[in-house]
């Protein structure tokens, strides 16, 4: 099974039977827009489309966008993650 790490951005291969007890926090389909307002070495800010608020959260590995264009982003009890492109 391929799947990211929602905490560095990094694609990992896994075993189907050693994921049984993860947990999963939420699914790609979920994921919402929100725009990138700064990006640090590792950290990135975007602003919650609900709350309208800057977060900073980690920067993902993949991440490839320009200031003031649109991630995903997926809204957990963890916190705030971007994903890769839906």
């Known amino acids: 099974m391929s799947a990211?790490?929602?905490?560095?951005?990094?694609?990992?291969?896994?075993?189907?039977?050693?994921?049984?007890v993860v947990k999963k926090l939420s699914r790609r389909l979920d994921a919402i827009p929100a725009v990138l307002v700064a990006d640090e070495e590792s950290t990135i800010q975007v602003m919650d489309p609900e709350t309208y608020e800057s977060v900073t959260i980690k920067r993902p590995e993949f991440l490839s966008v320009e200031l003031g264009n649109e991630v995903n982003i997926v809204k957990t009890a963890k916190g705030i993650y971007v994903v890769p492109g839906v």
């Open 4 to 20: 990211f790490d929602l905490e560095t951005g990094k694609r990992f291969m896994e075993n189907f039977n050693d994921l049984i």
